[in-house]
């Protein structure tokens, strides 16, 4: 019998992430010098950690011949202390993709349905799939999730809804009043999940607050990582914040240990470096500032961004993506997003951008 006879057949139909390839592999495969190759396509903080999560984590590893509290009980007590929530509502995950696919653990089977704007985060949809779940895509509006819409496509088989703000890989963000407005006259039977993962790009004033409507006891759920703004992408560590019995369902379904130690204590001094979070939010905004400067000098048009990465129009998304991989600038093609003339580029360092532009240069010139 073949193997694959036994095989879920959700499974056997079930997309594949391609994840922005490592400097490793690109410099291996061209033949290049990995020190010469600059990523800026998966949006990780090209300052890298704090120096303090990184010295936090030297000293966990010290002791790395003990399980990891499964419970996070230091990161969580950190959490509330800075956020505000009670220690009890929040859930750490291994990255918050892994809280992506708790909920789904929690919510999804085959009967199901998961609304979700399109293009956005490409996780949404595979966990739907995994769990064998129906997908309704709606169409973003001017670059921006139509909120309306997304309402209407909700019907009685309706269990998640996911709005990313910022998303990705569009880099846009919906007003924070209109959000808290949406997610207030959401339906009774629907659980709505607020991807924050670039949160901590905006301006204050600019975010939706969660905490009013999980105070009164909606059915939301915010989702933030420490692979963005503080650096920690290799270490594997996000985290969910919602009423109390929401996340008491999620920490059911998830593995004793799903957060390792090391992780744990670098998140914690993560979130006391304020300051270097702060630098990074601002060299971000100059970073995009820069970029678009020098994209307008080039004629090339832009998705106004306000998170760490922006789309860029190239024509051929896939050719000017190759070309600026042979030239050592890793970049996202966007193709699987519905997006072929674009490519994603993230914020780089003021050497990495300059060096961006000028290889977008030469790689659309014709
Ligand atoms: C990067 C990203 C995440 C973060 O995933 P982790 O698993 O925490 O690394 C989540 N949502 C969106 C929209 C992202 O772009």
């Not at 895509?137 to 997304?150: G, N, Q, S, T, Y």
């Not at 409507?213 to 650096?231: C, D, E, N, P």
């Not at 799903?258 to 470096?273: E, R």
Request: hydrophobic letters at 45%; proline letters at 6%; a neutral charge.
């Amino acid at each position: 019998m073949k193997l694959e006879a036994l095989v879920k057949p959700s499974v056997l139909t079930q997309p594949v992430y391609e994840p922005g390839k490592p400097i490793e592999d690109v410099a291996r495969e061209l033949g290049l010098d990995p020190a010469t190759i600059i990523k800026l396509a998966s949006n990780e903080n090209p300052w890298g950690p704090s120096p303090k999560a990184v010295a936090a984590a030297k000293v966990a590893l010290e002791h790395g011949e003990l399980y990891p509290d499964g419970g996070c009980f230091k990161l969580r007590q950190k959490l509330a202390a800075v956020h505000g929530l009670g220690a009890d509502q929040y859930i750490v995950g291994n990255g918050s993709n892994e809280i992506i696919e708790l909920l789904g653990h929690v919510f999804l089977g085959a009967e199901d349905e998961v609304v979700f704007g399109g293009p956005a985060f490409v996780v949404y949809k595979l966990v739907t799939l995994l769990f064998g779940a129906k997908v309704v895509e709606v169409p973003l509006k001017d670059w921006r999730h139509d909120l309306d819409a997304m309402t209407r496509a909700i019907t009685p088989r309706t269990k998640l809804v996911f709005v990313a703000s910022p998303n990705n890989p569009t880099g846009t963000a919906n007003g924070a009043a209109e959000l808290a407005a949406w997610a207030r006259a959401l339906p009774e039977h629907v659980v709505a999940i607020f991807d924050e993962a670039y949160a901590e790009y905006l301006a204050p004033e600019t975010a939706m607050d969660l905490r009013p409507l999980i105070a009164v006891g909606r059915k939301v759920i915010g989702l933030r990582t420490f692979s963005k703004i503080y650096g920690l992408a290799s270490l594997r560590v996000g985290y969910g914040y919602a009423g109390a019995e929401l996340v008491a369902l999620l920490n059911r379904v998830r593995q004793p240990f799903n957060v390792n130690a090391i992780a744990q204590a670098a998140a914690v001094a993560a979130l006391d470096d304020r300051e270097f979070a702060e630098k990074c939010a601002r060299e971000n905004r100059a970073g995009l500032t820069q970029i678009e400067t020098g994209l307008k000098a080039l004629g090339l048009e832009w998705v106004p961004s306000v998170a760490n990465f922006m789309l860029v129009k190239v024509g051929d998304g896939a050719r000017v993506f190759g070309a600026l991989q042979a030239r050592g600038v890793i970049v996202r093609p966007v193709k699987v997003y519905g997006l072929p003339e674009w490519v994603r580029v993230t914020v780089g360092t003021p050497a990495q951008n300059e060096r961006l532009l000028a290889e977008l240069a030469t790689a659309t010139r014709r």
